[in-house]
């Protein structure tokens, strides 16, 4: 009898380990699925003014919070679990509450770590809040009212770079053949990824939206020169070229088109 009670309380405590373990793995694979699924939802996260670039950014910031006590408009927040976004890091949702571009920035001098960096923020030396770069604001031209011909200027008036970040191109509008089209333009040098724009969008989700630069933003690469751009000439000053022979490159393009080779033979 001791026997076979010793053998059931075995197979208990084997069925109760198992049951553990298995239990362990589930909720290691559900933690590790949440942290793959928050570090690919960070690429399309608004941070404050100055943070440095996104994988730098999660490498310096110490998730202390500074910066969100600082925000006298309660527009950061620190990623909490089922955010989507990395944990303890600052963001913002531009649609709930924007970046009101406070002049003298208070989120960023009081990071101690330098993932807001006050020098991405200034202008010889002084704060300069119309250098931030938080994102960019696009614009769903399938949903915009302006694009439908229903008169809406929401977003370009509440931009606080009137006319800069966001101009209206007025554009005949041939439907009807005695309107015209108020489109939003958004220039990307400009635009500071404030959001409120966003915020003041009219249609019931917003047709302007802001994302991080460098979820959306295109790179033309050092290859190519703005010609009409004196600055960007520049550098073309230093600039050296590489000239790789091969046995082809030795004729002329002329010439080694014309050159049938061994089909003569034949």
């Not at 996260?45 to 490498?59: Q, S, V």
Request: aromatic share 6%; proline share 5%; with cysteine.
């Amino acid at each position: 009898m001791e026997q076979k009670e010793e053998q059931s309380n075995d197979r208990r405590r084997f069925i109760l380990g198992t049951t553990r373990a298995i239990g362990l793995v589930a909720l290691g694979g559900l933690v590790w699925s949440a942290y793959l699924d928050e570090a690919k939802a960070s690429h399309f996260t608004l941070r404050p003014p100055g943070a440095l670039y996104e994988d730098d950014f999660l490498k310096t910031c110490i998730k202390c919070g500074m910066c969100v006590l600082a925000c006298p408009f309660d527009t950061l927040k620190l990623a909490k679990p089922g955010d989507n976004k990395p944990i303890g890091t600052p963001y913002f949702n531009a649609r709930e509450i924007p970046c009101y571009m406070c002049p003298d920035i208070p989120c960023v001098p009081v990071c101690p770590s330098g993932a807001l960096d006050i020098n991405l923020v200034s202008t010889d030396g002084k704060l300069d809040i119309n250098r931030a770069k938080m994102g960019v604001a696009v614009v769903d031209s399938l949903n915009c009212i302006a694009f439908w011909g229903i008169q809406c200027d929401a977003c370009y008036r509440a931009c606080p770079l009137l006319g800069e970040a966001i101009s209206v191109e007025y554009v005949k509008n041939d439907r009807t053949g005695k309107h015209a089209f108020l489109k939003p333009v958004v220039n990307n040098d400009v635009c500071t990824g404030c959001g409120l724009c966003e915020k003041a969008c009219v249609t019931e989700k917003a047709s302007i939206t802001v994302l991080p630069r460098e979820a959306v933003m295109g790179k033309a690469g050092d290859y190519y020169i703005k010609g009409w751009d004196k600055d960007d000439e520049k550098r073309l000053e230093n600039a050296t070229s590489k000239e790789t022979v091969t046995e082809i490159s030795k004729e002329s393009a002329i010439d080694s088109l014309n050159d049938i080779g061994d089909l003569l033979d034949e």
